[in-house]
Nanobody, 122 residues
Framework: QVQLVESGGGLVQPGGSLRLSCAAS?????MGWYRQAPGKQRELVAS???????NYADSVKGRFTISGDNAKSTVYLQMNSLKPEDTASYYC???????????????????WGQGTQVTVSS
């Protein structure tokens, strides 16, 4: 089992910045951030693999930057130029592969953080 511990988030004015952090208790294959606003589906914000391959939602490209520290199994999300529509609960996500036995196929295991609220409002 992998535990994800999130920090950051809070209330910020439009145009402001926030930084989210998420630390995994074990090494993982990739980490990222999802968000969910009231009445909406959870959506991917950004992700990064252990090889530093990144992926961003179109709505945050140029404003958000995801980075990782493999040695610490930690991922950071720097959020700049925040907009009211960025308001949501942000969830850290990670996955890793395990192999139950030598001849067994690898199994992808998914993990989620408890969520942290980001509110962008004047």
């Amino acid at each position: 089992q992998v535990q994800l511990v999130e920090s950051g988030g809070g209330l910020v004015q439009p145009g402001g910045s926030l930084r989210l952090s998420c630390a995994a208790s074990k090494s993982v294959s990739a980490m990222g951030w999802y968000r969910q606003a009231p009445g909406k589906q959870r959506e991917l914000v950004a992700s990064i693999t252990s090889a530093d391959v990144t992926n961003y939602a179109d709505s945050v490209k140029g404003r958000f930057t995801i980075s990782g520290d493999n040695a610490k199994s930690t991922v950071y999300l720097q959020m700049n130029s925040l907009k009211p529509e960025d308001t949501a609960s942000y969830y850290c996500h990670a996955y890793r592969y395990t192999q139950p036995c030598i001849d067994c196929p690898a199994v992808r295991n998914e993990y989620w953080g408890q969520g942290t609220q980001v509110t962008v409002s004047s």
